[in-house]
């Protein structure tokens, strides 16, 4: 569960902390992180992410 703590840190950290990070980083960069960082469906149910569901317009 490491990997997985790790990733579900890592977007808060980068706006937190990097907030220029991805007008920064090349297009392969920003692929390469978005692939490491997302958290798989099995990684949030493990994690016990709530699942939202999306609003209806109003």
Same mark, same amino acid.
Request: hydrophobic share 15%; no cysteine.
């Given at each position: 569960m490491g990997d997985t703590h790790w990733k579900y840190n890592m977007a808060a950290h980068l706006v937190?902390? =990097?907030p220029n990070w991805e007008l920064t980083a090349s297009k392969e960069t920003r692929a390469s992180m978005d692939?490491?960082? /997302?958290l798989t469906p099995d *990684? *949030? =149910?493990r994690l016990g992410v709530p699942? /939202?569901?999306p609003k209806e317009p109003s």
């Open positions: 937190d902390s =990097h692939s490491k960082i /997302t *990684e *949030e =149910h699942v /939202t569901q």
